[in-house]
């Protein structure tokens, strides 16, 4: 009994640690740079299929392709806010036109990716095996690629809440998260701060990819379903909220694998019900101002 | 001023029912080829216009289009063998309606955002339910539908989409139309105007739900064979988003010059570029959102209710 | 008779109290002010009476019936209209669609659409903005969007109307014009409950004047008795 609890609240500890780490990505993306970034979960499939190429090819372990992986997200995503959004968001009449722009913008980028996934990858399913050997914990037994995508899941999270408590860029950030203006008067670089949060938030889908694809097969056509659920995620931690998206992940991570334990197949069907439930009763969020 | 309108409007409506009665004589001077590439128009078109009934007043943003076509689908799919093929229509319809009154009530009272989010992963709730509940329960993975010929679809189409435009037309025309504006412009202001908001942009959801749901049923004839994958496919949500956006919105014209440009373009780039095609499609989108802003300002400005830059004809 | 009347009312953002224990009555064919330093939570007030947003605690009542609770178009069709401080038309439909929704949808029973118009003609005449029938409401001025606005709330045939500082912003001809026309309306009938700084205008056209500070009522009376009550002096003139 204990040991399927556990297995239960393991497996969610799992699945909600990838959840939360590409939440906070779109959180800063659409928090803080204003960008409903539809094709996030295209860098996260980027992330991963480019870590499978990395260990076809050279046989590369995913935790070194992080070091790979994670700056080309981040380069990506920067240049795109640096060239793209950026141009958006200057010839936009308002934030709110904006926000719809560069939606369709990311629409885009949606198509534009995912066909380049195809054409680089192809549509078929791929894999590889990675640490995938059986770990025993009070007796129940997990795979050690997930117990490792936990681990740095968790860890990613507080290296960077770290970063955004702790260091000068990390306060600039959270100061555009509130006001954009007033930071702006503050003296901060408001267009770097805004391309360096979407290149974070690219950063995070990158390695949350990396993650899954440690122990789970992935094709082309993976990113919608995770853009989805993190857009739950968001709207339920309270958008805006990078602490919020963190747990609020985890939240989902843990109701989705209860319900696949008891019905397999019904766990967007789960989300859906918890985001009903949470827009009825406190539309601002968990942790919404 | 009254003789000038009724000319105006003498001569559009006389070029409408010209237009229709062209294209209802289509498949006796057209190849079979044209019969299909136009009868994939005039879906397209009818998704567009159908997304426009909504969310062109109201500037609330619906990304629902592909799970109402997906209901309409499964829909024909199901009861394509035992039910005559209007009433697969009418039933499809129906279903649509239903799930769209359910989400609008749900999420219509909360911010725009909000029901934009939730209409955009309805499409891939539905398909993990149904999934779910053909492999759970009917031990099916995917179904066959009744085939027709292209003729009578051909024609079930334009008949859906002539109804659906003289449905928006007269919507428009109407006190509700006025109404679906004001909520457009300012939703509080008109609330305490006196129109029921709620009430109002529900049912239009779910009138713009009943036509797509009717174009997917009659879609679904096209492919001999579908599984919740190829039902519910998200592509058919952008798609009318992108088309009302390019074609603009002011009138019903737009989305219909929208679908046909999209629609031979896309005829165009599958049989040319088929690996190809999806790409090409983003770029000129996202090089258009880019370089183009004014059409798209539009949808754009909506979607805060900031306000819309055309002026509109007013009773 | 008593048309319409607040007890108390309670409202918290956050932890703050916008309006705390409110306590207001009107009667018919009044014209009452409602006047109060920034923040006091006048338009809060009104929003609860509107139905904009609901009262944590309180009961409101028009003509005896429960008002509290009630969301905005109903509380318009009953017989409550309103006006905001910032002018809130619909500025990409004409000025007679404007008032003609207001006719269609927020009286009553509702009326015809041709019947809407022909009484926003007359409203349109009413408030001094005949000609414009056919001017995109965007286009016209600050002031006679104002008057558009009144217009609007007039079609939905109210019994008590909330004016939120309509004479600000006005120049002094413009004033002048508004407040006879708020007299005006009075003259149709109608009960005012208006929310105003410019105290000469408050002090000129109110029968009763009602004070606000902090979210709490404290005081209540005629011009003459506010302008010499000691806490409203103090707290305009500041401590």
Known sequence: MIVAILDVVVAGLLLGGIYALISVGLSLQYGVARVFNVAHGEFMMLGALSTWSLNQAFGMNPIIAMAICGPVAFVIGYVLHRTLFKRLRRISPSIGAFEGSSMLASFGLLFIIQNVANLIWGTQTKAYTFMAYPVSILGALFAANRLVTLAFAVAFGIVFYLFLVRTRLGKAIRAAAQDPSTAALMGVNINQVLALCFGFGALMAGLGGLLVSMSYPMQTTMGLEYTIITIIVVALGGMGSIPGSFIGGFLLGLIGSIVTKIEPGLSLAAYYVLFMVLLWIKPTGIMGK | ?315 | MRILEGKKLTKFFGGLAAVSEVDFGVDQGEIVGLIGPNGAGKTTLFNLISGAIIPDSGVLEFKGQKLTGLKAHLVCRAGVARTFQSVRIFPNMSVIGNVSLGGVFGTKTGMSSPAAVVAAEELLDFVGLAGASTTRAGDLTLAHQKRLEVARALATQPEVMLLDELIAGLNLTEAGEVMGLITRIRGRGITILMIEHVMKAIMSICNRIIVLHHGEKIAEGSPAEITSNETVIKIYLGK
């Open chain 2, 1 to 315: 001023m009254n003789a000038r309108m009724n000319r105006k409007s003498l001569y559009s409506w006389g070029s409408a029912v010209l237009l229709v009665l062209l294209l209802a004589l289509l498949p006796i001077y057209g190849a079979p080829y044209t019969v299909i590439l136009v009868t994939s128009i005039i879906m397209y078109a009818a998704l567009t216009v159908s997304w426009v009934v909504f969310s062109g007043p109201t500037g609330n943003v619906s990304l629902a289009p592909a799970a109402f076509m997906g209901i309409g689908i499964y829909t024909a799919a199901s009861l394509g063998k035992f039910l005559p093929l209007p009433l697969v229509i009418l039933v499809a319809a129906a279903g649509s309606l239903c799930l769209a009154l359910v989400v609008g009530a749900l999420t219509l009272r909360l911010k725009g955002l909000y029901f934009s989010i939730f209409t955009f992963g309805l499409v891939l709730l539905l398909r993990q339910l149904v999934l779910w509940y053909e492999v759970r329960f009917t031990h099916t993975r995917g179904r066959f539908v009744v085939v027709i010929d292209n003729t009578t679809i051909f024609y079930v189409m334009l008949a859906i989409f002539v109804v659906l435009l003289i449905t928006a037309h007269l919507l428009r025309q109407s006190k509700y139309g006025a109404a679906l504006e004001a909520i457009g412009e300012d939703e509080e202001a008109a609330a305490h105007a006196g129109v029921n908001v709620t009430a109002m942009k529900t049912i239009t959801f779910g009138v713009s739900a009943l036509f797509m749901g009717a174009t997917g049923a009659i879609m679904a004839t096209k492919w001999t064979y579908i599984d919740p994958y190829i039902a519910f496919d998200p592509f058919f949500s952008f798609m009318p988003v992108l088309m009302a956006v390019f074609g603009g919105m002011a009138t019903f014209v737009g989305p219909i010059i929208g679908a046909a440009v999209f629609g031979l373009l896309e005829e165009l780039l599958l049989t040319q570029f088929p690996f190809y095609y999806m790409l090409m499609f983003g770029i000129i989108l996202v090089v258009a959102i880019t370089y183009l802003p004014n059409g798209l300002t539009g949808l754009v400005m909506k979607w805060r209710k900031g306000g819309r830059t055309e002026s509109h004809a007013n009773p």
